[in-house]
Nanobody, 121 residues
Framework: QVQLVESGGGLVQAGGSLRLSCAAS????????MGWYRQAPGKQRELVAG???????KYADSVKGRFTISRDNAKNTVLLSMNSLKPEDTAVYYC???????????????WGQGTQVTVSS
């Protein structure tokens, strides 16, 4: 079994900061790409930021310059530092990772349970 457990969401005023953390546990041989997605009420889930195992990252245009994704491969974790938060950043944020549980296995996508981020104006 593999689990992704997120933490760090909450309520913050506009202009504030939050840091989300996601840790993978269970039988993990290798983690390839990791990322953060979000889904606001009535909207589709969207990619916020992604990072490869080598550290290359990409961001949604709406968060560039405000959010930073990072990972600690030794701890199987991925972080999302969010600064200058806006009310439109309000959503449930989900962690995702492409994980191979055993050597030579193809990777499968795993998702966390989601953490609520609410930005008040």
């Amino acid at each position: 079994q593999v689990q992704l457990v997120e933490s760090g969401g909450g309520l913050v005023q506009a202009g504030g900061s939050l840091r989300l953390s996601c840790a993978a546990s269970g039988t993990v041989f290798r983690i390839n790409d990791m990322g953060w997605y979000r889904q606001a009420p009535g909207k589709q889930r969207e990619l916020v930021a992604g990072i490869t195992s080598g550290g290359s990252s990409k961001y949604a245009d709406s968060v560039k310059g405000r959010f930073t994704i990072s990972r600690d491969n030794a701890k199987n974790t991925v972080l999302l530092s969010m600064n200058s938060l806006k009310p439109e950043d309000t959503a449930v944020y989900y962690c995702s990772a492409a994980i191979s549980r055993y050597r030579f296995d193809a990777s499968s996508a795993y998702w966390g349970q989601g953490t609520q981020v609410t930005v008040s104006s």
